[in-house]
């Protein structure tokens, strides 16, 4: 006579944890890359590289591309 095996699935409680589980991992997921943005864009503004925001650079400065937010002055950085 043939044994009868007991099934051995997947309970509710451990399909429950694996979706709260992916929840929390796109939560963090989405929190880093917000958080990544905002200090991309910190290093990439004009005092991040050493430079003042001016109308013109004069007197061993250059002129950097980096938007000062003001369409009328230019990132200046010493030499």
Excluded: P
Aim: hydrophobic share 40%.
């Amino acid at each position: 006579m043939l044994k009868k095996r007991d099934a051995q699935g997947l309970s509710i409680r451990m399909i429950v944890l694996a979706v709260l589980a992916l929840i929390v991992l796109i939560v963090v997921i989405t929190i880093y890359s917000q958080e990544n943005e905002k200090i991309i864009g910190s290093l990439k503004s004009c005092g991040a590289k050493g430079g003042t925001c001016e109308s013109a650079c004069g007197g061993g400065r250059i002129f950097y591309d980096i938007d000062c937010g003001d369409s009328s002055k230019v990132c200046c950085v010493n030499i």
